[in-house]
């Protein structure tokens, strides 16, 4: 039996105001109640400091944010699990994630991405802003991986209240950013899913 603590989970995230750093730290908070060793860790930044001082609630969130460490491809290496959180765009991932997939290619290729358990998670301006589709779309590079996906799904009733999004937990924020519906439940039980998920295939890989 693999215990739940020899499972390695990383949260990775691209957030510009707070809120996907909120959402990777509650399910931080239930990968680590799951027993597992966990890092949240952020994607590097792309936009340029003028786009960032031109607006303070980024600005301060990038300052209140500095000593989060910035993944790096060998975190994706060490861990057995990811989460990934990102804020939509268009429908699809930030540019910050999506440039952090794209440095993948030679772990990809060395095959060091293949039967990592993975689960998403997304935020937008409103409730059909594009929060499924951005999880979806997500999802479709890490099957190139080969990885094994973790959608939370109705696997827990905490879903209901929180949306109700059965790919990965969603949240929409409004203008002051305030997070609408009530998703801390959801995303801890996502966190504490995904490692158990972890453990499970680790479990059969090791027996």
């Not at 990811?82 to 290619?105: E, H, V």
Request: without cysteine; neutral net charge.
């Amino acid at each position: 039996m693999v215990p739940l603590s020899d499972v390695k989970l990383a949260v990775i995230y691209y957030s510009s105001t707070g809120t996907n750093y909120q959402l990777a730290q509650w399910a931080a908070e239930g990968a680590k109640q799951a027993g597992a060793e966990v890092k949240i860790l952020k994607v590097p930044e792309l936009a340029p400091e003028a786009a960032i001082a031109s607006n303070p609630g980024w600005k301060a969130h990038v300052e209140a944010t500095k000593d989060v460490p910035t993944v790096k491809p060998e975190d994706l290496e060490w861990a057995d699990a990811y989460i990934f959180s990102t804020p939509t765009r268009f429908g699809n991932m930030a540019a910050q994630m999506k440039q952090f997939f794209d440095t993948l290619g030679g772990l990809w290729f060395q095959g060091k991405l293949t039967n990592k358990v993975v689960s998403a998670m997304a935020s937008a301006g409103n409730p059909h802003g594009g929060q499924e589709a951005t999880i979806l779309s997500l999802y479709t590079s890490i099957y190139h991986w080969g990885g094994i996906i973790a959608a939370p799904g109705y696997t827990d009733p905490v879903a209901y209240p929180a949306g109700g999004n059965p790919y990965g937990t969603s949240v929409t924020v409004d203008q002051s950013g305030k997070l609408i519906e009530d998703v801390q439940a959801a995303v801890i039980h996502q966190g504490k899913r995904t490692a158990t998920v972890a453990g499970w295939v680790k479990k059969g890989m090791q027996g």
